[in-house]
């Protein structure tokens, strides 16, 4: 099968799961080279992986048989990096987020635009099992028509685990900015686009040990909004870096006739759980005269009622691992095909100006009225099977 050659700029902690997905589990790209501005930790992943090339940023993006480029470098970087990769005339599929301004990431989206490329951003989780199997229930009418939803990540930060966590703590990091692309990618994929937004932040600990130093948090490091979407779904967001222990759902969406829970959208499996509830909504509609026990037990007897939902995505139900690469191995695919990457420009963008928009209304005190739109593709179905994914 024809295969589309990938570079990869930044070999740091999230660069090792891409790579052994990139070179053992899709196998419609080849990595034909790896860059890190430490170029000894371009020749490391090399060697680990069996990588034909380490070196430079720019040597690598002189290779004209890399069509596409990853941008693993860390968020602060990302507008430079991208803004490289597009004009060196390559596809760009870039980690979380685009760029850290809606100002940037329009930049980098007119800029792809003009030159016939694809610039778009990681989460690819929603392509995942659990997202996907979300949307199949939601687009097919099992709520009804979705009214509410609450987002939630909940975590006491990231200097517990990742070897190098300064970053988190500065402009670009911060919960709503690393976590927030994975829960504003699926709400804006399940919901559609977002009309507004409300916030208020804190910083639970302004001065953090990060790897034995004192540091000061230069972002907020608990968010508390509200979200309005354009079809009228309203809900609450909460991320923390702040939090010891909660028992908050990751999303759940909230419709006329039932409610989804859906996983965690840093993750590609299940379990999604629903809960039917045009049973009881009927006999509250029937109801003409009062009689409170009755409803009210059936009411308290809900949680027997939700049910596991089995997942119908992918086809094959062994790939429901991390499969972080799948954005790439389907613009890749887009390329073949000759169509548009699943993940666009607009959600990407669309969500650059969601996190923007948290902080704003939370500086200023006003809710913000989005500006951009973006309209998300379909559950993929049996398209899943295009994938020629080992
Ligand atoms: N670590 C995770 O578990 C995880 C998970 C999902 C997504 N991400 C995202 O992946 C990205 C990278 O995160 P990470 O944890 O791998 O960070 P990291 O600090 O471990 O690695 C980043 C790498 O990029 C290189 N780099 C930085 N700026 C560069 C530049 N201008 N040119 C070339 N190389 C440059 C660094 O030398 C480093 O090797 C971030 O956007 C993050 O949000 C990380």
Redesign the pocket.
Known sequence: MSKIGVGI???????DVYMTNITQHYENVELLAV????VE?AQQAAEKFNIPKACT?EELLEMPEIKIVLD????A??Y??NKQILDAGKHCYC??PLALSFAEAEELVKLAQEKGLMCVS?PDTFLGAGIQQSKALIDGGKIGKPVGFTANMTCPGHELW???PA?YYKRGGGPMF?MGPYYMTALVYLLGPIKRISCFTTKGRPVRNILGTMTETEVPTTYSGIMEFVNGAVGTVTMSFDTWKSALPCIEVYGTEGTVSVPDPDSFGGPVRMFDGSKLKSIVEAVTEPHPAKIITMVTNQDKCEEEVAIEFPVNPEHRGNMRGLGVSDMAQALIDGRKSRMSESISLHVVEALNAFEESAKTGTCYEMKSTCEPTEAMGKDWALWEVR
């Open positions: 700029i930044g070999c740091g902690t999230i660069a860059a890190d501005m430490f930790k940023v693993l470098t860390i968020p970087a990302h430079t990096v980690e979380k990681a990742h070897p190098n970053f690393d």
